[in-house]
């Protein structure tokens, strides 16, 4: 936290800085003024060390939304303020060069840029994070049986129900959303909730009215084992991994977890596997993909995983399955130009990715983690439909 601290410190006071000394200190003769500058700033630190280092242990998993909200109260004052020092700096090197160069113009251009990174932040933190997307994806194999020809697959991802304390209306429009797509099958690749699966409590009903034909599946995501909640004992966190799975089931989702059912339509039948979160360190690594498979051999294979590194470690190695579904990456929550920075982290971590006919679909999920924001990367429900 002290690492998070000091990053925060520099991210907020360095453009305050630069700017005051720089832009206002010799043109704002207003003492009162001057000082009132310095506000917005100074507040955001008092309320992140309230936050971090006086509501006691477990700041960050107790007081998620309030922190959550206090991220963005910061991107909003400091991100616009960073891109118009940044564009002065340049403005000063420029000008080391060209002494005649002006510097209005790159204020003005970094004005103008801030202006535009302070209204996209303030639209995905208040609408960008509702604004549910849906895609129309096709995969083909030859290897489908011809009866699951048209086969309509809803993939969802990455819920993080804590997020939506207090806001039953964004899940209930989720759950509309979802079945008026008519889907053959529902399924959810993990990260239910936040850290703690109490979080579901209050939800339940809504999602229990997810309907599709041969039912709704799930797996377990890095989230869903508690891991980030400092428990008292492992008895608490092993109680409430055990929670999680007992609600979804009272909901009437199927989780799968290192194990497999054989979807039946038309006369003809495919393989469904789940496994537990299998990921890249740190993240947790729990699936036992040749148990999960065994009984499979021959069949057409759809694995639920919720990490998409699963895939190139030993999905594609190790295995003939024929299509992955993942989540996990969110795109981190903000795509610009159809292009985001978890691509840095994740080969693959948006949309569709083949090797020949075998393919893994990465949906960019629901909620969010902390920061309560997205730009570019909507909430994502995924209707697939397969072809053979």
Request: include cysteine; proline fraction near 4%; charge should be neutral.
């Amino acid at each position: 936290m002290h690492r998070i601290t000091f990053i925060l410190v520099l991210f907020l006071f360095i453009p305050d800085l630069y700017i005051y000394f720089v832009y206002l200190l010799r043109r704002v003769k207003n003492r009162l003024l001057l000082w009132a500058y310095w506000l917005p700033t100074l507040l955001l630190t008092a309320v992140y060390v309230y936050y971090i280092y006086l509501t006691g242990d477990n700041a960050m998993s107790n007081h998620t939304q309030g922190i959550g909200r206090l991220a963005v109260a910061v991107m909003l004052f400091a991100a616009p303020k960073t891109i118009f020092m940044l564009c002065s700096l340049i403005g000063d090197a420029i000008r080391l060069v060209v002494r005649r160069c002006p510097r209005a113009p790159f204020a003005w251009f970094g004005g103008v840029l801030a202006v535009i990174s302070f209204v996209n932040i303030f639209y995905g933190a208040t609408a960008g994070v509702k604004r549910f997307e849906v895609k129309q994806v096709e995969y083909r194999s030859d290897r489908l049986p011809k009866a699951f020809d048209g086969y309509r697959i809803v993939q969802i991802s990455d819920i993080h129900i804590g997020s939506w304390a207090g806001q039953p209306e964004v899940m209930e429009r989720l759950v509309k959303l979802v079945n008026e797509q008519q889907p053959d099958l529902i399924v959810f690749t993990g990260d239910l909730v936040n850290q703690q699966s109490h979080e579901l409590d209050g939800f339940q009903t809504i999602l229990s009215k997810l309907h599709a034909p041969d039912g709704v599946y799930s797996v377990l995501g890095n989230h869903d084992y508690g891991t980030y909640y400092r428990w008292k004992n492992q008895q608490q966190e092993a109680a409430n991994l055990q929670y999680l799975k007992d609600q979804q089931k009272e909901m009437g989702w199927k989780l799968l977890n290192n194990e497999h059912d054989i979807l039946y339509h038309r006369g003809d039948s495919i393989a469904l596997i789940g496994v537990e979160n299998d990921g890249e360190p740190p993240f947790s690594q729990y699936a036992d993909l040749p148990r999960a498979i065994q009984g499979t051999e021959g069949m057409f294979r759809i694995l639920l995983s919720h990490n998409p590194t699963h895939w190139r470690r030993e999905v594609l190695p190790d295995t003939d399955i024929d299509l992955m579904l993942a989540g996990h990456t969110h795109a981190m929550q903000m795509v610009l130009f159809g292009h985001s920075l978890s691509s840095l982290m994740y080969p693959e971590w948006s949309g569709m990715y083949l090797e020949g006919e075998r393919g893994l679909y990465v949906n960019i999920g629901i909620g969010y983690v902390g920061l309560p924001f997205r730009f570019g990367a909507w909430p994502e429900v995924t209707v697939l439909t397969l072809h053979a």
